[in-house]
T-cell receptor, first 113, second 113 residues
Framework: DGGITQSPKYLFRKEGQNVTLSCEQN?????MYWYRQDPGQGLRLIYY???????QKGDIAEGYSVSREKKESFPLTVTSAQKNPTAFYLC????????????FGQGTRLTVV | GNSVTQMEGPVTLSEEAFLTINCTYT??????LFWYVQYPGEGLQLLLK?????DKGSNKGFEATYRKETTSFHLEKGSVQVSDSAVYFC????????????FGGGTRVLVKP
């Protein structure tokens, strides 16, 4: 079955540690996205990538980094510079021919203690 | 910049009631418009879309019409079920903005039996 997989579902880290969230898709989609969702709030775009080896900052990129070395993978690193990293993180992908029709992963809930 | 505004929730309804969720947008040009739904503990799923003025998107009994004159894309369903309880997100995509999806704040809907 094709889909987009985020792992792990729950992640706990100590303050000051970097942590990497995984996102893999086997849909052959060109574009991939990372969003952050806070309780009672909408989705805010962190980073997006339209093609391998290229990515752009979204609206709240500070304290985050990404890479896009393979079409299938778009990992997100939450660095110690992110002031308030506890949140629900959603990865998505969309096909070139239907941009905007995004497929979302199940999300990773990151808690920093 | 582009933005999407949704009515704040939560919206609480009884089964078989009529549901309307208001969505208005600000964008230059002619964006494509989408409604996504998020069930508890899950990622988002595309519910319906409209790509040009006066288009009507429909799916699972939900409908929304792209109204350029009022810059709106209100979501409606004639008779809701308990299984429609979820968070609904309005979103837009504008090609000139790099095909990014911009989301509204989400509206939580609770349908009671």
């Amino acid at each position: 079955d094709g889909g987009i997989t985020q792992s792990p579902k729950y992640l706990f880290r100590k303050e000051g540690q970097n942590v990497t969230l995984s996102c893999e898709q086997n849909l052959n989609h060109d574009a991939m996205y990372w969003y952050r969702q806070d309780p009672g709030q909408g989705l805010r775009l962190i980073y997006y990538s339209q093609i391998v080896n290229d990515f752009q900052k979204g609206d709240i990129a500070e304290g985050y980094s990404v890479s896009r070395e393979k079409k299938e993978s778009f990992p997100l690193t939450v660095t110690s510079a992110q002031k308030n990293p506890t949140a629900f993180y959603l990865c998505a992908s969309s096909p070139r021919e239907k941009p905007g029709e995004a497929f979302f992963g199940q999300g990773t809930r990151l808690t920093v203690v | 910049g582009n933005s999407v505004t949704q009515m704040e929730g939560p919206v609480t309804l009884s089964e078989e009631a009529f549901l309307t969720i208001n969505c208005t947008y600000t964008a230059t040009g002619y964006p494509s418009l989408f409604w996504y739904v998020q069930y508890p503990g899950e990622g988002l799923q595309l519910l319906l879309k409209a790509t040009k003025a006066d288009d009507k998107g429909s799916n699972k009994g939900f409908e929304a019409t792209y109204r350029k004159e009022t810059t709106s894309f209100h979501l409606e369903k004639g008779s809701v079920q308990v299984s429609d309880s979820a968070v609904y997100f309005c979103a837009l995509r504008w090609e000139a903005a790099g095909n990014k999806l911009t989301f509204g704040g989400g509206t939580r809907v609770l349908v009671k039996p």
